[in-house]
Each structure stands twice: as C-alpha cells, then as structure tokens.
C-alpha cells in the first residue's frame, strides 16, 4: 500500500480557503486517493474520492496533478465546523479476495478559528 | 438511515474479562472491517471480511477474533481483554463494486479495560 505523508496540523480562518496536500510518491496504477473527514468521538466521514485530474462535490474539491504523486484536498470558504483531522488514503480495489484495506496515518488536524 | 451501527458505545472491561463487540449494516456491503483508533496511532485494521463466511487478519489482529455469520453483521470478540486493548473502536463496511468506494464508518465504542 501506498504511504502518504500530510501535514499533522493546520490553522485557518473562518471563510478562507483551505488547502491540505498529501504525498504519496509511490502511488500504484490502480491506486485511488481518498479523503475523510473525522470529528472528535465519531468515526471518519468520505469526503472525496478521485484518480487524476480534479473531482469537485457539494464539500470539497481534490486536485490531482498528471503524476500522481500528490494530491490536494481544498475546502472553500471553511467554518468552525470543519474543525477536525483529515485524512489522506491510497489504496487500491482488490476485487478478488483481498478487500479495500485502507491504512489510515495521523491525518492533519485542521482548526478554524473566528 | 442507519448506516453502520455500534453496540455498545461504551464498556468498561477488567482484565482478563471476555466480550463482543457487534457491527450491523444495512446497505447489503460486502466487506466489512474493525480498526481500533488510539491517540497519535490514527486508525489501525484489526481484523476484515470480504463477505458472509470469511474473515481475514490485519495490522494488528493479536488477541481479538471476529466472526461474519451474516452479511450484515461482523462480531469482534477480546476473549481475555488486556489493558492494551483501551482504545476506541471503529467497524466500516464498503461497497465492492465499482463507482464509490468509500468507507462508511459506525460511531465507534469506547472500550477501557482497567
């Protein structure tokens, strides 16, 4: 599976964007890049899913560039709210036995403030 | 909308002392899965299955089995808890076809075992 490595913590402000990059240099053919989302005594939300280019849904966006070997969660315009820890994932889909063993770091703990 | 449902949310366990954790899902998943979460540790897979009847080890299955009888069910059993078991646990089940692979995460239970 493939590492990645994300920074352990960011501050933001209320209503800017917010901007957390993930490496995962030796991301495979078959890997996607997944995000979640996780508040204090719940367990982790998706929040995005893609495999190049951009994907954009109601919550965020995810820029991926050609090589792979990054990637790039933006929440617009972030709230108090959105204070939690992110996570980056790499995985691949193993269809024949071996599941979707996704391996979770530390994420990056974003704080909002006022 | 249930999702993925926990139980219980919270137990305090003496050494030694025996239980089972029980994970239900309602949206016909395939696979299911149990991490347990401690501090600084991010999430780290126990145990997994690809389906009703199977199960399969992860990260860190040492003194915890599991048991998937049902497809909507995935059972984690301490058959002798040890104070390195104190965290949190997490069970997910995921989709796996193509389209969202994306993880849906219970609320968790919190386990102490003093």
């Known amino acids: 599976l493939a590492k990645t490595t994300q920074p352990i913590s960011m501050d933001s402000y209320e209503g800017q964007e917010v901007n957390i990059t993930c490496s995962h240099n030796n991301i495979a053919t078959n890997d996607y890049i997944t995000w979640y989302q996780q508040f204090p005594s719940q367990g982790p939300r998706f929040i995005i899913q893609g495999y190049k280019t951009k994907v954009t849904n109601e919550v965020a966006s995810l820029f991926i560039p050609a090589d792979r070997k990054s990637s790039t969660l933006s929440l617009p315009r972030v709230s108090l709210s959105d204070t939690a820890v992110y996570y980056c994932l790499v995985g691949a889909i193993i269809l024949t036995g071996g599941g979707n063993k996704l391996t979770f770091g530390t994420g990056t703990q974003l704080k909002v403030e006022l | ?114």
């Open chain 2, 1 to 114: 909308n249930a999702g993925v449902t926990q139980t219980p949310k919270f137990r305090v366990l003496k050494t030694g002392q025996s239980m089972t954790l029980l994970c239900a899902q309602d949206m016909n998943h395939e696979y299911m899965y149990w991490y347990r979460q401690d501090p600084g540790m991010g999430l780290r897979l126990i145990h997994y299955s690809v389906g009703e009847g199977t199960t399969a080890k992860g990260e860190v299955p040492d003194g915890y089995n599991v048991s998937r009888l049902k497809k909507q069910n995935f059972l984690l059993g301490l058959e002798s808890a040890a104070p390195s078991q104190t965290s949190v646990y997490f069970c997910a089940s995921s989709y796996s076809g193509t389209g969202n692979y994306g993880y849906t995460f219970g609320s968790g239970t919190r386990l102490t075992v003093v």
